[in-house]
């Protein structure tokens, strides 16, 4: 069963998805302090940790900062807030994914699985002796080391924005859409009023102009997609 942590002050909640996951092959164990819980992700082995904001103690977002200090470990952040500002601080952080509260188990469950078969792929990839280095108009992506660099500066991406900038290097030039955007990254179908892939895009381009000012190679194609511009001759592999 994969070990999956829940770090979640309402009990009742915490006791119903321990019940509904477990029936869905999750080993479920929860914590409803911030500290308790960070102390928990830090020394515990888990596949994927469910972190709410709101906690007694330190918040979520001052876990998710101070797991991020040493362990990549998946998270998604559960919040009751509806400010887009919050859910990008998420994401900034380092968090894989959000689902704002309150929330169908189901949503929860698909999500859970997306963020799991992500991470795995990253493993498989990772095993491959083949190394690919993708270098697109002052952008390198190297998917052996999981490093990118932008005017020769390191940028240092979350694993899904890593996954992105990869999408749109490996089809530089070309308009993909919004939605393979979200089943080729996300990993779940594609819904119009999920704005996390939008936001993911929004961290990345500002990620890549605080490096090099080169933000702006990420375009917006209205009501269609995103594009990674280039010059023709702007793409190596």
């Known amino acids: 069963m994969e070990p999956l942590l829940i770090i979640d002050d309402d009990t009742e909640l915490c006791g119903m998805l321990e019940d509904y996951l477990g029936r869905h092959g999750f080993r479920v164990t929860t914590e409803h302090h911030g500290e308790l819980g960070l102390h928990r992700a830090l020394t515990g082995d888990f596949s994927l940790v469910l972190l709410d904001v709101m906690l007694p103690g330190i918040d979520g977002f001052e876990v998710l900062r101070r797991l991020r200090g040493s362990s990549q470990v998946s998270v998604m952040l559960l919040t009751a807030r509806g400010e887009d500002i919050d859910r990008i601080v998420g994401l900034e952080i380092g968090a894989d994914d959000y689902l704002p509260k309150p929330f169908n188990p189901r949503e929860l469950l698909a999500r859970v699985r997306a963020i ?96 090099a000012q080169l933000g702006d190679q990420i375009k917006t194609i209205r009501s269609v997609g995103y594009q990674l511009a280039i010059p023709a001759h702007g793409r190596e592999a």
């Open 116 to 211: 799991l078969r992500r991470s795995q792929a990253r493993q498989v990839k990772d095993e491959r002796p083949a190394i690919r280095h993708l270098s697109v108009a002052g952008i390198e992506l190297d998917t052996g080391s999981r490093t990118v660099t932008a005017g020769g500066q390191l940028v240092d991406l979350t694993n899904v924005e890593f996954e992105l900038l990869g999408a749109l290097m490996e089809a530089p030039g070309q308009i993909l859409t919004r939605e393979q955007l979200t089943e080729t990254v996300l990993d779940r179908q594609f819904n119009p009023f999920d704005r996390s892939l939008d936001m993911h895009v929004s961290r990345l381009r500002r990620k890549l102009d605080d490096v």
